[in-house]
Antibody, heavy 119, light 113 residues
């Protein structure tokens, strides 16, 4: 049974760096074709894909946010970490951790964590 | 980027009636080498993460009621819910996974009339 859980601060100040951790179970990030990524959703708005990291350490980023994002993995801890620099109030959103297989859809989602950017 | 546009933005349908949601991509998401459409549909209820309903434009996920049907190819896709139930009230999103960046439609809010 695949599960993912996001953790991180609920509140960050403008210009600060956000660090989110996804802790997963039920699969390994050393298995061929497996990837873990992040998607966000501002309140009442649409979903936005942010980043993905694959079993072979291949990393993909949203072009519009690439300069601000870093995604890493710790396979022994079964964690994926996303950092986003220079946070702004428009980055206020629920951030979801997701599982996918290469060339496929997002089949498992975490419950999400709401991050508010405010001074 | 491939832009996904859904219509309508909101929809009110009577219980037991049919609901139809459309999704159009700005370029084809049909991969010619395997003849598959890289298109998924998700259902999101309030306070919950999105739930995958349909992949490859028309493949229903395990456990999804057969009143949910996906259709279409290339750039034009449809999610049809026959005989609407109260538990189908949600926001529905389409998403392509053809290439990065993976993008979503703006969502269609489905309500009971």
């Amino acid at each position: 049974q695949i599960t993912l859980k996001e953790s991180g601060p609920a509140l960050v100040k403008p210009t600060q760096t956000l660090t989110l951790t996804c802790t997963f179970s039920g699969f390994s990030l050393t298995t061929h074709a497996v990837g873990v990524g992040w998607i966000r959703q501002p309140p009442g708005k649409a979903l936005e894909w942010l980043a993905l990291i694959y079993w072979d350490n291949d990393k993909r980023y949203s072009p519009s946010l690439k300069s601000r994002l870093t995604i890493t993995k710790d396979t022994s801890k079964k964690q994926v970490v996303l950092t986003m620099t220079n946070m702004d109030p428009v980055d206020t959103a629920t951030y979801y951790c997701v599982h996918r297989q290469t060339g496929s859809y997002f089949d498992y989602w975490g419950q999400g964590t709401l991050v508010t950017v405010s001074s | 980027d491939i832009v996904m546009t859904q219509s309508p933005d909101s929809l009110a349908v009577s219980l037991g009636e049919r609901a139809t949601i459309n999704c159009k991509s700005s370029q084809s998401v049909l991969y010619s080498s395997n003849n598959k459409n890289f298109l998924a549909w998700y259902q999101q209820k309030p306070g919950q993460p999105p739930k995958l309903l349909i992949s490859w434009a028309s493949t229903r996920e395990s456990g999804v009621p057969d009143r949910f049907t996906g259709s279409g190819s290339g750039t034009d896709f449809t999610l049809t819910i026959t005989s609407l139930q109260a538990e189908d009230v949600a926001v529905y999103f389409c998403q392509h996974y053809y290439t990065t960046p993976y993008t979503f439609g703006q969502g269609t809010k489905l309500e009971i009339k």
